[in-house]
């Protein structure tokens, strides 16, 4: 499905008033990128044989009722109609829904929105490893990004222990790996470059 041009979809959308327009305008996707987004069509028009629709710019809306009174009014040609989404990008893929995401659902895609893009990738590694969608928990239980299990073992030495003074020499000896694996077997979990604690 060819969903990648606003302009073009939106033609036959264009039904009357400037006013009309104006108001759609900000909440309309320009040029696609790495935005959390999503295609609005409907039912009718898909199975009409027609695509027409809009890709409408998540980070525009501020409520719930705010998007279903835009997608209405994108699709104000129908008396009632029945929304479908027919393609996302940009948020976790488990908060899509085609026939139409719920308030709580929207809600977390909102707050997902206020997120750094730092932060977005962070929360989806926590997500996508815990299955937690709590913002709140990854937030806390974040300890940083890291090259590998081994680095962080080695962040934690540098930053609670002096093995110079404990060991002497022997620190040249310490193991490294083994501590790492130890404090991965139920303390931290890794994911995709990033290290959660597992405390609750």
Request: charged share 30%; glycine share 6%; net charge negative.
């Amino acid at each position: 499905m060819d969903t990648t041009n606003t302009t073009s979809a939106l033609q036959t959308l264009k039904l009357g008033s400037a006013e009309r327009e104006e108001k759609l305008q900000p909440y309309l996707v320009e040029h696609l990128w790495d935005q959390p987004a999503v295609y609005c069509g409907t039912y009718k028009k898909y199975n009409n044989g027609s695509l027409d629709g809009a890709w409408l710019d998540l980070e525009a809306f501020d409520s719930y009722d705010e998007f279903l009174e835009i997608c209405a009014l994108l699709h104000d040609d129908e008396d009632d109609p029945e929304f479908m989404f027919q393609d996302y990008q940009g948020f976790p893929r488990e908060w899509y829904c085609e026939s139409c995401p719920g308030e709580d659902t929207f809600n977390k895609i909102l707050k997902y929105c206020e997120l750094s893009e730092d932060e977005r990738e962070a929360y989806e590694a926590y997500y996508e490893c815990t299955g937690d969608d709590s913002f709140a928990h990854a937030k806390e239980r974040y300890m940083g990004k890291f090259d590998s299990e081994e680095a962080f073992a080695d962040y934690i030495i540098s930053e609670c222990y002096d093995l110079d003074s404990m060991m002497g020499d022997l620190s040249f000896y310490f193991d490294y790996e083994g501590y790492a694996r130890y404090l991965f077997s139920s303390n931290y979990t890794f994911c995709d470059g990033y290290v959660f604690n597992n405390y609750k």
